[in-house]
């Protein structure tokens, strides 16, 4: 059976130049389409990808990346909309790419959903109280 998770993948400072990603395509037979990423070399390393495959094949993949260091979250773990802060303006709406956010009727209140959500930032930027945070 095929999966598709999205995860928040946090590589140490040693594995910047190694070609871990690659080898989730080569070993495991995955498929990933990378969402945001932010690799330096010497220092330390954080991509958002979509991860696609087989269920075992992931599995194997996933073991593959946490016995060589790399810190794995799953993405919903890392977006959060502070619900205190937020005043339904309707910001988000407009700027979001994937739809993650909806106007609901009659109630005119913003919801959010974190499972469209790629983390680009975008809303973050557009939101006037600051009630979008970006946990990475």
């Given at each position: 059976?095929?999966?598709?998770?999205r995860i928040?993948?946090?590589?140490?400072?040693?594995?910047?130049?190694?070609?871990?990603?690659y080898?989730?395509?080569k070993?495991?037979?995955?498929?990933?389409?990378?969402?945001?990423a932010?690799?330096?070399p010497?220092?330390?390393?954080?991509?958002?990808?979509?991860?696609?495959?087989?269920?075992?094949?992931?599995?194997?993949?996933?073991?593959?990346?946490?016995?060589?260091?790399v810190?794995?979250?799953a993405?919903s773990?890392?977006?959060?909309?502070?619900?205190?802060?937020?005043?339904?303006?309707?910001?988000?709406?407009?700027?979001?790419?994937?739809?993650?956010?909806?106007l609901?009727?009659p109630?005119?209140?913003?919801?959010?959903?974190?499972?469209?959500?790629?983390?680009?930032?975008?809303?973050?930027?557009a939101?006037?109280?600051?009630?979008?945070?970006?946990?990475?």
């Amino acid at each position: 059976m095929a999966i598709s998770r999205r995860i928040v993948l946090h590589f140490p400072r040693r594995l910047v130049d190694r070609p871990i990603v690659y080898r989730l395509i080569k070993d495991y037979n995955l498929e990933f389409n990378i969402l945001k990423a932010a690799v330096t070399p010497d220092e330390e390393g954080l991509m958002v990808l979509e991860l696609s495959g087989k269920q075992q094949e992931y599995d194997k993949g996933i073991r593959y990346l946490t016995t060589n260091g790399v810190k794995i979250q799953a993405l919903s773990q890392d977006v959060i909309r502070n619900d205190d802060r937020c005043t339904h303006c309707g910001a988000c709406i407009t700027i979001c790419p994937t739809g993650a956010f909806e106007l609901e009727s009659p109630t005119r209140q913003v919801r959010f959903y974190n499972e469209k959500c790629v983390a680009c930032g975008l809303c973050i930027k557009a939101c006037p109280p600051r009630a979008m945070e970006l946990h990475f």
